[in-house]
């Protein structure tokens, strides 16, 4: 399991999945035979492969898997309510019902979740593009020597593509075939949609869908600022005032000096001034936030708030990072002293981590301090050499892409020191 996981955690999953092969049942494919089983630790670290792969259908659908997993297990206890009442194990019967409360606040749902939440954002910004018709767009300009060309290699991949779907519909068969086996107990089951991974990437309401997977973690988990987070990033996209100021505030309540929580507060300000310039709030609204906005601001301008941060924490890189994100986003002709600011590798700036730099690094190529030219490839080229090891600035394969705007996520260690979400 040890070797698999970490084959994973290198984007190795085809050699992951035979490694795990040698272990599970024969004539099943091992994933969905570790599907069978519920093994999650599998599932979480297949969904982020994929996930830095930018293969977003597939890591949606473990992500989905895992979901279903919870929904399973609360609907397999219902054997047992009778059967403890008959027993008069009345204890153990309890437990089951406070079990069945907080179920989803495991930590195989938080990372699922979340992974799951970073992908819909992901869509959400940047949508799949219909490739047929992008297709049919280029071939207006071709010559008819490339045309054929082009004609002839779009001939082979739809044999390939046939041949796959062949082998594709051959081991669906022998799913089903297996699974009608052991579906004498489960007759009256309704029947799931099967979860397809070029659908799942074609959602018409990504955002929605992400709500879904945020929903069990803001009644379970709280506690967590990675949930208020995750929900700030949603209802700022959905163009929500009032959740995004409820986001806000709890993840103030939590962690105030924590550079993420600056960076929403920022957000939430320069949004706030923008709503009042176009008189686009209603009076109820526009009072509510700012009396909610008035303990986290003060009188103070998002400008005002951003130097004092920045003139607080000059050496240390995630707060160094997230005051040069919003002094960009406060005023673009601050690019260089920005750039500066959060490429700044040498002592005696401290917390220079592989996360933190990698979010750095994708906030350069996703265009958050504007058109950067050569300079994030010279960032990964000054990465490369104090982390040599990693892959995320090794310049041979393709970069890993981490999670969309908020690649900052836990920059401040909050979720690595509370991976046990319960909050009893």
């Not at 309890?94 to 495991?106: I, K, P």
């Not at 297709?135 to 044999?159: I, M, Y």
């Not at 069990?216 to 209802?235: D, G, W």
């Amino acid at each position: 399991s040890k070797c698999a996981k970490y084959m994973l955690r290198a984007n190795l999953i085809k050699e992951a999945e035979e490694t795990c092969s040698k272990f599970t049942r024969e004539g099943v494919s091992a994933m969905e035979n570790l599907n069978e089983m519920q093994c999650m630790w599998f599932q979480t670290e297949c969904a982020l492969a994929y996930q830095r792969l930018e293969k977003w259908g597939d890591a949606l659908k473990k992500c989905h898997e895992v979901d279903r997993h919870f929904s399973e297990i609360i609907e397999d206890q219902f054997d047992f309510h009778t059967y403890c009442m008959r027993k008069m194990t009345l204890r153990s019967y309890v437990g089951l019902l406070r079990l069945e409360d907080v179920l989803r606040a495991h930590p195989f749902y938080l990372h699922a979740a979340r992974c799951a939440i970073q992908v819909y954002l992901h869509l959400h910004d940047k949508p799949p593009k219909d490739e047929t018709a992008e297709q049919d767009t280029n071939t207006e300009n071709l010559a008819p020597s490339e045309l054929k060309k082009l004609r002839n290699k779009q001939r082979k991949a739809r044999r390939k593509a046939e041949l796959e779907k062949a082998q594709a519909v051959a081991v669906a068969e022998k799913r089903e075939q297996h699974k009608s086996r052991q579906a004498d107990t489960e007759t009256d089951a309704p029947p799931q949609d099967e979860l397809v991974p070029d659908k799942l990437a074609k959602v018409d309401d990504p955002l929605d869908q992400a709500i879904k997977f945020l929903q069990p973690l803001q009644s379970l988990c709280s506690n967590l600022l990675e949930t208020h987070l995750m929900a700030y990033e949603i209802y700022s996209r959905k163009d929500k005032p009032l959740l995004m100021l409820q986001s806000v505030r709890r993840m103030h309540r939590l962690a105030p000096k924590d550079p993420s929580v600056h960076a929403c507060v920022i957000q939430l300000s320069l949004r706030y001034r923008e709503w009042l310039a176009q008189d686009r709030l209603p009076p109820p609204c526009r009072e509510v936030l700012a009396y909610g906005m008035e303990p986290i601001t003060g009188d103070r301008s998002p400008e005002t708030i951003n130097q004092q941060f920045l003139d607080k924490h000059t050496n240390y890189l995630p707060a160094v990072f997230q005051g040069a994100r919003m002094m960009y986003l406060l005023d673009s002709s601050s690019q260089a002293t920005a750039i500066k600011l959060a490429t700044d590798l040498d002592p005696p700036m401290s917390w220079v981590t592989i996360p933190t730099c990698t979010a750095v690094l994708n906030s350069l190529r996703k265009g958050e301090f504007g058109d950067c030219g050569d300079t994030a490839s010279e960032y990964m080229i000054r990465c490369h050499q104090r982390f040599p090891l990693a892959l995320a600035f090794n310049p041979s394969p393709p970069p890993s892409t981490p999670s969309p705007s908020p690649a900052h996520w836990g920059h401040s260690g909050v979720l690595d020191s509370q991976e046990n979400c319960l909050s009893n």
